[in-house]
Nanobody, 115 residues
Framework: QVQLVESGGGLVQAGGSLRLSCAAS????????MGWYRQAPGKLRELVAT???????NYADSVKGRFTISRDNAKNTVYLQMNNLKPEDTAVYYC?????????WGQGTQVTVSS
């Protein structure tokens, strides 16, 4: 089964940028929709961005215009470019299939945005 490893998180000031990566242990070419999720302390995990195998992307209203999702099937990797970060973006970020997240969840990568 595909294993997912997220990386690229860190501490950044408000207005800054980060690029997250999600490396899969096997090909993701056959997976139609991949997504990035996030979970803030005390909150439910939410889906913030999705991308189809034909590179159609969709975003939650809270990140639209600031985040960009992309995928490189040759590298089995999904990316999330995050610009103009806000303190409310602070969370652990995960990738998985969307919308159901049926693969084993990775450890996630922590994003902390200071004001």
């Amino acid at each position: 089964q595909v294993q997912l490893v997220e990386s690229g998180g860190g501490l950044v000031q408000a207005g800054g940028s980060l690029r997250l990566s999600c490396a899969a242990s096997e090909t993701i070419r056959s997976i139609n929709v991949m997504g990035w999720y996030r979970q803030a302390p005390g909150k439910l995990r939410e889906l913030v961005a999705t991308i189809t195998s034909s590179d159609y992307s969709n975003y939650a209203d809270s990140v639209k215009g600031r985040f960009t999702i992309s995928r490189d099937n040759a590298k089995n990797t999904v990316y999330l470019q995050m610009n103009n970060l806000k303190p409310e973006d602070t969370a652990v970020y995960y990738c998985n299939t969307a919308p159901s997240g049926y693969l084993p969840w990775g450890q996630g990568t922590q994003v902390t945005v200071s004001s």
